[in-house]
């Protein structure tokens, strides 16, 4: 027990800083992590990658009100753009939770590595293709509402989506980053009840869950992870917009490779 302690709080540490730096919530580090970690604690197999995502997005609402509040104090959160898209996040990422419980395990793992190596490959060569898109100027609670549930199914905190869309709609990437997080809230909120209701009747959960959340994990993330997401937007108003890039390819490459392999 003592041992998931210190790596649940280490966790912790590097999400908040990733979700104050990348505005991503953390999840395209927690749910790899976590995934290994539940392999090695014996957990059924059908039901690890589903658990390490429920846990992985109700850490995020911690990470993500900690992270949004130092952006606000920095006047980077662009509350016009902000409120239309957390309109349809709220349905989007409830429904991709109850969607997500019904993929097979495999399948989901596969998805998020493949979604992460492409992402990354995006930022590293600067094609801008997510952004590119967004300058098409779809209707925002529609763009939130297709950010929620895929932030949902893969357990993250919406960054990856909504920091190309809030720059294709005329955001500087710091602001783009603070509202990004903001958005994360909404999106840790409801899809966490939907994983705590999908998995309220499911007999395979390791004891100490709640639904698809696994609290001890849930509790040493969350406690670490609220320190350390102040020092990541300090981090982010300190670094230049290319360092930014590169440190969010890199951070994306380490994680696609990882998600293969496990």
């Not at 992985?56 to 016009?80: E, P, V």
């Not at 967004?134 to 509402?145: A, C, D, N």
């Not at 932030?151 to 005329?170: A, D, M, N, Q, R």
Request: aromatic share 12%.
């Amino acid at each position: 027990m003592f041992d998931e302690i210190l790596i649940f709080g280490a966790l912790g540490i590097l999400s908040g800083l990733l979700a104050g730096m990348f505005g991503i919530g953390g999840g395209l580090i927690m749910v790899p992590v976590l995934i290994g970690t539940f392999i090695n604690l014996g957990f059924e197999n059908e039901i690890i990658v589903q658990l390490a995502i429920g846990t992985s997005i109700s850490c995020i609402i911690f990470t993500g009100l900690s992270s949004a509040n130092a952006h606000r104090k920095k006047n980077s959160i662009d509350f016009d753009s902000f409120k239309p898209v957390a309109s349809g996040i709220v349905f989007g990422a409830f429904l991709g939770a109850l969607f997500a419980v019904q993929v097979n395990g495999l399948i989901l793992k596969i998805i998020i590595a493949t979604f992460v190596l492409i992402v990354g490959m995006d930022i590293l060569l600067n094609k801008d293709l997510l952004q590119n898109m967004f300058r098409l100027k779809p209707k925002s609670i529609f763009v939130g509402s297709g950010i929620g549930f895929l932030s949902s199914i893969l357990g993250i905190g919406g960054g990856t989506f909504s920091v190309p869309y809030f720059k294709g709609s005329g955001l500087n990437l710091t602001s783009a980053i603070g509202t990004s997080a903001a958005c994360g809230v909404p999106i840790a909120i409801f899809g966490t009840l939907g994983y705590v209701l999908a998995g309220i009747n499911q007999n395979m959960l390791p004891n100490l869950s709640f639904g698809y959340v696994y609290l001890p994990a849930l509790l040493g993330v969350s406690l670490t992870s609220i320190f350390s997401a102040k020092y990541g937007a300090d981090i982010a108003h300190y670094l230049s917009q290319v360092t930014l890039r590169r440190l969010m390819a890199g951070w994306f490459f380490i994680i696609s490779i990882y998600m293969f392999s496990v």
